[in-house]
């Protein structure tokens, strides 16, 4: 495909999005609110207490591995419609967690947080209170591994056929990288590592994807674009 016609497909596919944002917009809304209910209902208590799990996945959408506690949102308006209890069809996602909400019942709990591909949908003003959140989550020396996008590996205006994005073009790739699925703020290694720092986090590294501590929980679809650093609490 040319340049040319990505760029008509690109736009396209960005109209469809636009149609459908309020919508969309609804739904997360809904999904939050429910979310927030059932926290302080006290779901996630309960269900922790039969939890022997020690690794927390946060987010974890469709991806989820064996040994390991998964939590998401609420489902939304329409995958309840479709009959979904779980978000994303994920049947594996146990706990129903806003990581903007603090969990009281999870505090001091988890030897290891996954935190894979969630945190560039959070809007920056609330970053530091999610991070904050899962310090609390974790017990004293636990792991938390944070894998984000890296759109360093789009600045060179080439053809791929690794981009996660859909398309050949790197440069297209890159806009629906930055305008596409609700993400708030591009991380770097610097700004992570210092806002880590500056939480109390220590010996914290940026580490290859599959590698390091918790590397194993890496998702093989996120390899190419994947920046990963860890940290202690």
């Given at each position: ?10 736009s ?29 209902l ?13 690794i ?6 469709n991806f989820?591995?064996?040994g390991?506690s998964?939590t998401d949102?609420?489902?939304s308006?329409g ?27 999870f ?5 290891g ?8 949908h959070?809007?920056p ?9 899962i ?11 944070i ?5 360093r590996?789009y ?13 050949r ?6 806009n ?8 708030q ?14 939480l ?11 590698k ?10 996120r390899e190419?674009?994947?920046l ?5 609490k």
């Amino acid at each position: 495909m040319s340049l040319f016609e990505e760029f008509k497909e690109y736009s396209n596919v960005m109209l469809e999005r636009e149609k459908k944002q309020t919508l969309s917009d609804l739904s997360f809304k809904f999904s939050l609110k429910i979310t927030n209910i059932m926290m302080n209902l006290g779901y996630n208590k309960k269900l922790l207490k039969s939890d022997k799990n020690k690794i927390l996945n946060l987010g974890s959408g469709n991806f989820h591995f064996e040994g390991v506690s998964n939590t998401d949102l609420f489902p939304s308006i329409g995958q309840l419609l479709k009959g979904q209890l779980k978000r994303n069809s994920n049947k594996a996602n146990r706990y129903y967690l806003n990581l903007i909400k603090k969990e009281k019942s999870f505090e001091d709990k988890w030897e290891g947080v996954i935190l894979s591909h969630v945190i560039e949908h959070i809007p920056p003003y609330l970053v530091l209170e999610c991070l904050s959140n899962i310090k609390n989550y974790l017990v004293t020396d636990g792991v938390l591994r944070i894998l984000v996008p890296d759109p360093r590996v789009y600045f060179e205006d080439i053809e791929s056929n690794k981009s996660p994005q859909g398309f050949r073009h790197n440069s297209i790739s890159l806009n629906r990288l930055f305008y596409c699925w609700e993400h708030q703020f591009m991380f770097t290694d610097t700004i992570l590592t210092t806002i880590l720092e500056e939480l109390g986090f220590t010996e914290i590294n940026v580490t290859s994807f599959g590698k390091g501590p918790l590397g194993q929980f890496d998702a093989d679809e996120r390899e190419f674009e994947s920046l990963c650093i860890t940290a202690k609490k």
